[in-house]
């Protein structure tokens, strides 16, 4: 379900390092949102550049 508004909150632990930066890609069908769109959205680069939920590097 999606909302008017929403909140969102960064969790970091040091400084921004923009080399250590990654980023799911928005339209992952495993991660199943349907995104309401007209057309093609407009992305930054780095979110062209997300990779898939399947292949994201994992912390532990």
Not at 33 to 40: S, T
Request: hydrophobic letters at 40%.
């Amino acid at each position: 379900m999606l909302s008017e508004t929403a909140e969102f909150l960064y969790k970091t632990t040091n400084y921004y390092t923009p080399e250590y930066e990654c980023s799911l890609l928005w339209s992952d069908p495993a991660i199943g949102i349907k995104w309401p769109l007209d057309g093609e959205p407009k992305l930054a680069a780095k979110d062209v550049a997300g990779k898939l939920l399947a292949n994201a590097e994992l912390f532990e």
